[in-house]
């Protein structure tokens, strides 16, 4: 009997691609906020409102948008697989009816 690795299971590349994919979105959060917090403050020192705003909509809309991205881009061929086996079992089915119905003729 073959053994299956736990490292080839689609469940277990599929929860190590969201880790990967939390940790880039999460070190770009940290930049991002370290960086715009900067900026967002006057000669004074004092945070000005709109700049704030405008900080935390960055400051999460670009994260998430690296998540999703850089998600996708892991688990993009395991997609096509996912895709090329689909049409395959279609295939086989398809055959196998076909080969129903002309055997199913020839004994009429």
Do not use: D, W
Request: hydrophobic share 55%; net charge positive; glycine share 2%.
């Amino acid at each position: 009997m073959k053994k299956l690795l736990v490292r080839e299971k689609l469940s277990f590349q599929l929860i190590v691609a969201i880790a990967i994919s939390l940790f880039v979105s999460m070190g770009a959060f940290f930049v991002l906020e370290r960086n715009l917090t900067i900026y967002s403050m006057n000669n004074e020192g004092n945070v000005e409102y709109f700049f704030s705003y405008m900080t935390f909509s960055i400051t999460f809309i670009v994260p998430i948008i690296i998540f999703i991205i850089t998600f996708l881009l892991l688990i993009r061929k395991k997609v096509r697989y996912i895709k090329y086996i689909s049409e395959q079992v279609n295939k086989v089915t398809n055959y196998i009816s076909l080969y129903l119905i002309i055997n199913l003729c020839r004994m009429a």
